[in-house]
């Protein structure tokens, strides 16, 4: 197994070479700790910056590095979309593993933060977007924008699951299966955006990490789907959701 120090060494070289900073903040010399064990946090808030700090939080997860991988996330979760939800995500990962009480109330309170962080970061639509959006139109996004979308999205998806395993209460799957209509509304948008946005003028890796998110994120969505109950598949379908899997080939491959 090695040191913790070799452990930190070996991942730095992991990154450094696996990684491309593409314009971004180098990552070479901010990745884990320093002599004492200190984890070091990049404090970048540039998107690429943001969205590689989250592969490294997920590499110490994998890693069993649970606390050095959510004190990576937490750092900048109150600024930054992508740490907002990494930071969320450990906390919902954790509570369903432990199904304490605690646990749940506090990857609650987290999904809750962290769809805040994320909404600052979602595309605002005045009645004339909204006029253009239903014949067809749809204003041109920021990279930014693009990425929040697929952030909300996600943050939905736990904040609906964590719904219905906090509070098994009839109000509670009412507000948990409004949540999964919304999160489906907003993996089709992703799908939209995906398919029709104007990504020759972009930078490549922003166009790559939003396909594998929304190609992931649809995969999950139907999975968690095809796993709820049947009393709340007809919940769905009394509030107009029709219980429809979000249709994409090989989300998760």
Not at 118 to 126: D, S
Request: hydrophobic share 40%; net charge negative; with cysteine.
């Amino acid at each position: 197994m090695g040191t913790r120090n070799e452990i930190y060494k070996r991942r730095q070289q992991y990154f450094s070479q696996s990684l491309p900073a593409n314009g971004t903040t180098p990552i070479e010399d901010e990745e884990f700790a320093d002599a004492n064990n200190e984890m070091i946090c990049n404090n970048s808030l540039n998107l690429l910056d943001t969205i590689n700090e989250t592969k490294i939080a997920l590499e110490l997860f994998l890693n069993n590095e649970f606390e050095l991988a959510e004190e990576r996330m937490a750092c900048l979760s109150d600024q930054s979309m992508y740490h907002a939800l990494g930071y969320s995500t450990i906390l919902f990962i954790k509570a369903m593993m432990t199904c304490d009480r605690s646990d749940m109330e506090k990857a609650m309170e987290s999904s809750n933060i962290s769809a805040k962080v994320i909404e600052k970061f979602r595309p605002k639509y005045t009645i004339a977007d909204s006029i253009y959006r239903f014949g067809g139109s749809h204003k041109p996004l920021t990279d930014s924008e693009i990425h929040a979308e697929l952030c909300y999205a996600e943050s939905l998806m736990f904040r609906a699951v964590l719904t219905f395993f906090y509070d098994e209460t009839f109000a509670s799957f009412v507000k948990g299966a409004f949540k999964i209509r919304s999160c489906y509304q907003s993996f089709k948008e992703c799908q939209r955006i995906l398919l029709t946005e104007n990504w020759s003028t972009r930078d490549p890796e922003i166009k790559s990490q939003f396909e594998a998110g929304v190609r992931m994120g649809i995969g999950a969505f139907n999975l968690m789907l095809s796993t709820l109950p049947s009393k709340i598949i007809k919940l769905l379908e009394i509030i107009g959701f029709n219980g429809n899997k979000v249709s994409e080939e090989k989300n998760l491959f």
